[in-house]
């Protein structure tokens, strides 16, 4: 008698549990995706290209135009005091490393402007999410490359989508289902 009242408790109390769980609604969102359907994007993509050509392709060419005439100078010692050799030495070494991790050093640059110029887009998604979130009782929301079945009710993409007035392609919503050509 003693095991099925206990037996009984521990039922109840999943019960109560999984009435508390029901409760908790997860949504998810590929935010990547509301990201490329912002029309802000188009212009932060030129400006980041415009920078990289600008910016980080003149300070490569300016690099490379300081180290050969360094390198001119430290070829040419019958003209230059071996202090000024010595020093155009250590000089090279330095511009050469330079040189030599120039691509990691204009990819962190690049990215550092990207991610400069994005910011106010992602607070603006991320505002969105919230909205959308709050408005429609979700506790959580996930990225949707975190989930692996969840029902189509879930995905908030299309309720970001209009929050942010962005059109999703027909590809994009859930349930989308390709034309079928006719042979």
Sequence with gaps: MKKLKMFAVVVGL?????????????GYI???TILYLMPEVAK????????????VGKEFNSL????????SIYRDSLKVPAAVREQTG??????TQTLQNWQQIAQEAV????????????????EAIQAVAKE?????????????????????????AKKLNVTVPPQLLPGYKPPVSAR
């Design 90 to 95: 250590k000089e090279l070494a330095q511009l």
């Design 30 to 32: 590929d935010a990547e």
């Design 111 to 126: 990215q550092g402007k990207q991610s400069q110029l994005l910011a106010p887009v992602m607070k603006k998604i991320q």
């Design 14 to 26: 999943l019960i109560a549990g999984g009435g508390v769980n029901a409760q908790t609604k997860i």
């Design 136 to 160: 429609k009782g979700y506790a959580y929301v996930v990225s949707r490359e975190s989930i692996i079945v969840a029902p189509d009710a879930d995905n908030l993409l299309q309720a970001v």
């Design 64 to 71: 490379m135009a300081t180290y050969q005439f360094k390198d």
């Design 44 to 55: 932060i993509d030129s400006l980041v290209q415009i920078y990289q050509r600008d910016t």
